[in-house]
């Protein structure tokens, strides 16, 4: 929404073939990559998604635009997925299960909820799968980022410290330039 989408220092299309080419050094497959970009989509769609008030609940407004985009990339029904970030489910009594529609904020939880979840997944399969790559015989490895700042040990660190860390990073390069 800053109307910048394209720094000139940066050559995107290069960069673009970096990534891929180091992807597939650590062993990432294809499919691999594309699971990886279709989760990263799926969020950015969620993240889209305008809620809004309705009688005793809330709705998303722009589904279609969201929501129906974000759904095929998670492998699951777009009106489904409208309906789980609009209501909860919970267990009463003997075992009845009542659904209780959410708030506009409520579904706006839920929609960061589901990205966070999905964003932490894919960070501990991405780990998972450098480590794999990068054992090699006896010893352990894992993954450390340095950066300005210090070092960043992965396996305490969430998913947001390593957008924190790359965001710092690139902050530092602009100002180098």
């Given amino acids: 929404r800053g109307g910048c989408v ?12 970096d990534q891929k080419a180091a992807l597939g050094i650590l062993d990432f497959s294809p499919e691999d990559q594309q699971a990886a970009l279709s989760v990263v ?3 950015l769609h969620v993240g889209r998604a305008e809620f809004r008030e309705d009688g005793d609940g809330s709705a998303c407004g722009n589904a279609g635009r969201s929501l129906a985009k974000a759904a095929p990339l998670l492998g699951v029904d777009a009106g489904q997925l409208a309906t789980a970030l609009t209501t909860r489910t919970e267990q009463m009594g003997r075992g009845s299960l009542v659904t209780i529609r959410l708030t506009e904020k409520g579904a706006e939880a ?5 990205s966070k ?17 990068l054992s090699r015989g006896e010893g352990s490895c894992h993954i450390g980022v340095l950066d300005i700042f210090g070092f960043e040990d992965m396996s305490v660190n969430g998913f947001e410290q390593l957008f924190i860390n790359t965001t710092n990073e690139e902050l530092q390069n602009l100002f180098k330039l």
């Avoid at 964003?119 to 991405?126: A, K, P, Q, T, V």
């Fill in 6 to 17: 394209k720094v000139d220092a940066i050559d995107d299309v290069a960069e673009w073939k």
């Fill in 41 to 43: 989509a799926a969020v």
């Fill in 110 to 114: 839920a929609a960061d909820a589901l």
């Fill in 117 to 133: 979840a999905l964003y932490g997944r894919l960070f501990d399969w991405l780990v998972k799968k450098i480590d794999g790559s």
